[in-house]
């Protein structure tokens, strides 16, 4: 009867193989969840979030990573145990040829259309958050112009001016001078972006957010801040020469060191009827008229 193949070696007992998988699902879930909840691993990476807005952007973050582990756990399985499972055992053996498997097709069509469904859904509930929470009103506003190189920070009507009349207070930087973002913890203050020459992009890593200040546009974001203190923040946008100089601090501080701050402003008369684009306060700005860049940051 000629020659005959030698008889198949039996399987691994299937439990093993399950219980193996999932010990890898449960080990990955272990070293993202069992960290401190101060650990960098925790936060895979992500700034310490300083604002409640930052915790939605983080469990996004965090959420997406679990869910594409996860993937990347079965598919990784999947793989390993076919190699494994169909390794070639003799020279002659031609495995089993399956061309067509319909219902498994239509699950790995249908399958990833679903998560990147569920994906996008997290994605615009964070952004809805983090934009302009419908829940959360914004009581305070910070217009922050970006102009070349450095930042001018406006507080539109928070403050009394000498004559009684709500006025802008304002911080403008220069190229030398770095200026001071403050904002009162605890209060949603939301952040109007203006720039009246080229793109730039205002961020601050403990925010977890980061946005482009486009001449013409009007973008916005609202924090806020968990705790005082004083934190970096920088220009994202190469955006010119001195680009390295659009750097800034942000102090967090109480409602009332607050209110000190925007009287400070007041007496050392950095103030203006409404808000300023920086323009002829800011030595390294070019090629403007004031009257043309002030109505930019309106
Ligand atoms: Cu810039």
């Given at each position: 009867m000629g020659h005959q193949l030698p008889e198949r070696s039996a399987p691994a007992p299937r439990r093993a193989r399950r219980v193996a998988l999932a010990a890898l699902l449960s080990s990955a879930l272990v070293v993202l969840a069992g960290c401190?909840?101060?650990s960098e691993w925790e936060r895979l990476?992500?700034?310490?979030?300083?604002?409640e807005e930052g915790e939605h952007t983080l469990a996004l973050w965090q959420g997406a990573w679990i869910a594409a582990l996860i993937t990347g756990a079965v598919v990784w399985g999947l793989i390993f145990y076919v190699i494994w499972r169909y390794?070639?055992?003799?020279?002659d053996e031609v495995p089993v040829q399956t061309r067509y498997n319909l219902p498994l097709e239509i699950f790995y069509t249908i399958f990833p259309i679903i998560m990147v469904i569920v994906f996008f859904d997290h994605t615009i509930k964070t952004q809805n958050l983090v934009l302009n929470d419908p829940e959360v009103e914004a009581t305070n506003t910070v217009v922050v112009v970006g102009q070349q190189w450095s930042w001018t920070f406006n507080y539109p009507d928070a403050v009394e001016g000498p004559d009684g009349q709500p006025v802008n207070a304002y911080e403008a930087g220069t190229g030398d001078d770095i200026p001071t973002l403050v904002i009162p913890v605890g209060v949603t203050t939301r952040f109007e972006l203006r720039s009246p020459d080229v793109i730039h992009d205002f961020g601050v890593p403990g925010f977890l957010i980061k946005m482009d200040v486009i001449p013409g546009a009007k973008n916005h974001f609202q924090v806020t801040p968990k705790e005082t203190g004083t934190y970096a923040g920088k220009c994202y946008?190469?955006?010119?020469?001195?680009?390295?100089?659009?750097i800034f601090e942000v102090d967090v501080v109480s409602q009332e060191e607050y209110d000190q701050y925007l009287e400070s402003r007041v007496d050392a008369g950095s103030y203006s009827p409404e808000p300023i684009c920086g323009g002829k306060f800011a030595?390294?700005?070019?090629?403007?008229?004031t009257d043309e860049i002030q109505e930019v940051c309106q």
């Open positions: 401190g909840s101060d990476a992500m700034p310490k979030p300083i604002t390794r070639r055992r003799h020279a946008e190469l955006c010119g020469v001195y680009h390295s100089r659009m030595e390294t700005q070019v090629g403007l008229e």
